[in-house]
């Protein structure tokens, strides 16, 4: 039983990494250690950047402002458009 379970779970995590899941990868890329209520990165709740203005900070900070202190993310294209729709989804 618990070899089925493990299985089920292997595939319901592909399967989210398939779709590029913004949810999924902001766990995976462990968005989550810096940005919460409090911490360094503060609530991504709170952000004002558009769609574009988000993919762009993501893949290189720095280009956005030297001064920033995130490291840049790496993930594919399609998974930054994942990453930006997610936290866009959180403004509501
Ligand atoms: C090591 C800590 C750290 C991690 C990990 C991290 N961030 Fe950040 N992030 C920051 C900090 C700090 C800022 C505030 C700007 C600065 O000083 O860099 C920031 C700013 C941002 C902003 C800009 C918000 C705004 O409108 O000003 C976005 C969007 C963002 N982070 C998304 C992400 C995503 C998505 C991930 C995961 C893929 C992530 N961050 C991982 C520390 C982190």
């Given at each position: ?42 609530d ?48 509501k």
């Open positions: 039983m618990k070899i089925i379970l493990c299985l089920l779970a292997v595939a319901v995590a592909g399967s989210a990494f398939a779709g590029a899941d913004g949810a999924a990868l902001f766990k995976a890329k462990m968005c989550g250690a810096c940005h919460a209520a409090g911490k360094k990165g503060g991504l709740k709170d952000s004002k950047m558009d769609k574009a203005s988000l993919v762009k900070f993501m893949k290189d900070p720095k280009s956005v402002n030297p001064k920033v202190t995130m490291p840049a993310v790496k993930a594919t294209d399609e998974e930054l458009n994942a990453l930006a729709d997610y936290v866009l989804s959180l403004r």
